[in-house]
């Protein structure tokens, strides 16, 4: 606000601060058209020349949308397939306009696609004339093109793509789907340390325009290994399972009862992607631990294993400590917990549940006297648990559950299911839920169920947390929370 | 109702239903109690008999509560495993009760583990006593039992279980988790095939009374062969996509907009599971209907070569003529269908959507022509096609878009998508469509967008129809519709 603006009454203040926005708007938009209009005539301008006296001018222009006119008989080459052995081949590649830099004669582009990019030269000469390379100077960043080209190696690594040997010598340029001018925010902005934001006074993005933008977020290096990564997460939990015997299972969403959990944190989201396992055991619940334990563990060594350079990628921007884990995996018990915080400092009740600070205490506490960033905290105290979770047979304070953390927070919660229907009830009935809203799980129980526990594990929590991120909304595609349902 | 019921006024008769419907609830229950003490009563009687003179009375029982007492060391032999290999071998087994035939001193035992059964014996002898055979007797249907038992060869192939050629002779048996009683349904009239029923008046199990008491009726060899095969489609749909190079991700299912459907049909359901595709394309849209189509051949490859087990139980409840399927995949136009139609006596517009009747019957004669159960419809008249699809660049009146089908009926739907935020916003105001609420949509694109296409995949749909089933709700493990929200 200028000082002029905050001068006058409260009323008049709101007035003119409305018509100072309608107007800052009505400007706004007026420049906007302008620039369009500009934009276009100097296309259309262009063009025209181009008409006139440029010799080049079949070799660039605006396609017409695209819609299928006809089936191309040319082959597009990867961008992560340039490489020098390809040099001196003339290639055909569809990328974004990451960066674009004018300078006299040359326009050097920087081509994206996904994680990749690779140097654009479109240089005045034999393959292009000087509208040519004023016409690439103006397309617009992020705008997707064709790009003809002859590949070349270079003397000195171009350190800032990640095809480092070769450059594109284009001959060719076609804009195939143009982007708005101005962009909501930058993708060199969007990966940039917060470190090096707050040290260097340069720009980054905060996480309100990172989501409203999501479409564009998800471009960046670090969305793309992000979300790499979190596939490879489905993929090695449902292999590790289908090995193991198990049969993979699609539940109902839609229930008469939802769970209603406070969703402002860092770490929850009104909506997340839960990878359950449910399995009968034979004569302890230890058993289903060991299984879950250890695919956890054949998770965290497929990442490491197979996702180095998307765990490389991440780190640039959000630096962390590479993951610890112990095999077998570390059981603690509740007690054990309790008493590592007491020694600590903390005051708390036998009976009382962790709070998410103690959980973050408790984590570091293990991790020093451990060295894991991955363990199983057992038998919780069973007033803290709900009423489907099995009672210890020989200590009636405690219970058959479990919770699991990694860099102390949890990521799973499970338990040895009641699997009698009667103690169901007994267990319903203390905990005060209205029996005729849970008849169908009850009676599920009624004609012979074998003892089993089982898990839920939270997806963006397992990626968020093996990353070292602080922010589950970092790890979920389009995160919906109290205040996000769009994008 | 009798006849007695019927007379009387129109509210006597209201009021006397009332009651007798009270009555017979209440001696319902009563009889329910009775038998339940009767049972206990056996149940305490045979255990007393036991006690006094009884020299099997430690081999024989109901175990209390499994709660994880202790960490016993006792492998249990999993059913599928009990083959004349393990013969004169002592086993463990932990099985459900199938059957069970007490015949003078001997009790046949048929003990089911998911698909899997096998015939026990327990006989007055040296390993069992008159007590515990009466025990054995009864103990209820799909009660878990624990049974030691040696594996004994047997002359006679035994017809009725999986494993015909060994029986177990039972000298220890324990009662896990009890059943009650009375069951639901049956489980043999659950897999019995309808026409069986009808010829021979034998008793069948209706859809309600399946989708009621939903977790027997996944015990059956049917189902468990139908979510057996399911859990292959999508582990196939996955595994053809990723070695494309393709990479999973996952939506939000909570969004501003939901698209409203008529759920009250054999193939519709409030929920489903979509198996999506998303692809970006270089010149024709055809691009992707090949990927996908090539991923479906894979699918039914994968499950023709791998779950004929599963394809052979399911066609004994209900038969149907193996899937057949073409290479390359049949892609017919919509013309071409109306055609095919017309020539078969249908009347129909240029324009005008495929009905439910005239898709089966174009799946017919497609089947008759081509020989195939799997085909590609290409070329929906635009007019009937959602605002985000591609018109066709060469007729205003089509449009860059397929459904595909099996057996008949549409199992995807999909389109070149509208990748230019300026038609985008046209053919949304085209169809009427509030642009404030669709705004993140058409925002998504105005940032460069490549041309692209893909398809949703309804997986219950396809495991229905792979299997010639006839209702979706079969593969649908707790099916919602507007008129069933539990279990």
Known sequence: MTKEEVKGSAEEEQQAAQSKKALKKQQKEAEKAAKKAEKQAKLAADQQTTEEDDFAQDRYGVCVLLQSQEKLDRSLVRVCELTPER????VWVRARIHTSRAKGKQCFLVLRQQQFNVQALVAVGERASKQMVKFAANITKESIVDVEAVVQKVEQKIESCTQQDIELHV?????????????????????????EGEEEGRATVNQDTRLDNRVIDLRTTTSQAIF???????????????????VEI????????????????????????GLDIE????????????????????IFKGLRDNFQTEIQT?????????????????????????????SAGVEMGDEEDLSTPNEKLLGRLVKEKYDTDFYVLDKYPLAVRPFYTMPDPHNAKYSNSYDMFMRGEEILSGAQRVHDAQLLTERALHHGIDLEKIKAYIDSFRYGAPPHAGGGIGLE????????LHNVRQTSMFPRDPKRLTP
Not at 87 to 90: K, V, W
Not at 250 to 273: C, G, M, W, Y
């Open 461 to 468: 929590r397992v990626t968020m947390l093996y990353l070292g």
């Open 279 to 298: 399995m009968a055991f034979n004569y302890h619940y230890h058993e289903v631990i060991d299984s879950i334990t250890d695919t956890m563990v054949q």
């Open 250 to 273: 699609q539940t109902p969403k839609i229930i008469s009862v939802f769970r209603a959990e406070d969703s402002n944190t860092h770490r929850h989201l009104t909506e997340f992607v």
């Open 171 to 195: 001959q060719r340029l076609f804009v195939v789907s143009q982007a708005e001018p101005r962009l909501p925010l930058q993708l060199e902005d969007a990966v940039r340390p917060e470190v």
């Open 87 to 90: 040099a001196g081949q003339t």
């Open 228 to 246: 790499r990564l979190q596939s490879g997460v489905c993929q090695l939990f449902r292999d590790t399972l289908t090995k193991k015997g198990f």
């Open 314 to 342: 991440v780190g640039k921007q959000y630096p962390s400590e590479p993951f610890k884990f112990l095999e077998p995996t570390l059981r603690l018990e509740f007690k054990e917990a309790v008493a590592l915080l007491r």
